[in-house]
């Protein structure tokens, strides 16, 4: 489809939401990309056909149905529900925003944090003896992220509910990497230090605009989730 070529992540919202991907039996989709056509970093971006079926199946896990409640529909209350955040799919080091709000309406944002300084990466944060992925997790870490990321999420100009804060969860797309675990366990890997280093139910506060303090590394917090370990803060 064309909107495959322009913005993998939307297409695949679009694609997901609106029941096209089946997830069972019969039904089962897969996807194929082919080689690009077009010189830009977004079709050339490696991702997978096997990963792209994989994170539709996280987006259709994460944003459960659910009826919209008629008591805020008539009150008029407007609040985010749940962000889905997204990594490397669209192109490296785009960070895309699934975000859902309490009237079942979905929104895709998509900000690059490429230009996020950071500071050389200390030999124990390595990964697999590289460190382009540990730059990543870095700048991810960083409160300029934190920060750039709560300017497009306002651009939406849907609040932030005080009383019920928006769910969030990240997905990593490890296609630029080479990770240092089978493929099997690639996948829990990177989002296990992803959604280690930002807090899950504190959108919009203080806690969610303070850097994660390691006290372990990456490649230690990543082969922790590969067993269901969670990180101690």
């Known amino acids: 489809m064309p909107m495959f070529e322009s913005n993998l992540v939307e297409g695949l919202a679009r694609c997901t939401f609106s029941g096209y991907v089946g997830f069972g039996g019969k039904h089962l989709s897969t996807f194929e990309k082919p080689a690009a056509q077009v010189q830009s970093d977004i079709a050339m971006n490696p991702v997978s056909g096997g990963a792209l079926f994989e994170l539709a199946t996280e987006i259709n896990n994460f944003f459960e149905s659910f009826k919209v409640s008629s008591r805020e529909l008539m009150a008029d209350i407007h609040y985010i529900r749940e962000i889905l955040m997204i990594c490397h799919v669209n192109k490296l080091n785009t960070l895309s925003l699934i975000v859902r709000d309490n009237l079942g309406e979905q929104f895709v944002i998509n900000f690059n944090i490429q230009k996020i300084a950071i500071k050389k990466v200390p030999p124990k944060l390595r990964i697999g003896g590289d460190t382009a992925l540990a730059e990543f997790f870095m700048r991810l870490n960083s409160q300029e992220c934190r920060l750039l990321f709560m300017r497009h999420l306002s651009a939406l100009k849907i609040p932030l509910s005080a009383t019920i804060l928006p769910r969030l969860l990240i997905w990593v797309n ?28 504190s959108i919009g506060t203080r806690e969610h605009l303070k850097p994660f303090h390691l006290n372990r590394t990456f490649d230690e917090i990543g082969k922790a989730s590969m067993h269901g370990k969670k990180e101690q803060i």
Not at 174 to 186: D, I, R, S
């Open 174 to 201: 490890g296609a630029n990497y080479n990770l240092p675990v089978t493929p099997k366990f690639q996948q829990n890997y990177l989002n296990g230090i992803a959604n280690t280093l930002w807090p899950h139910n």
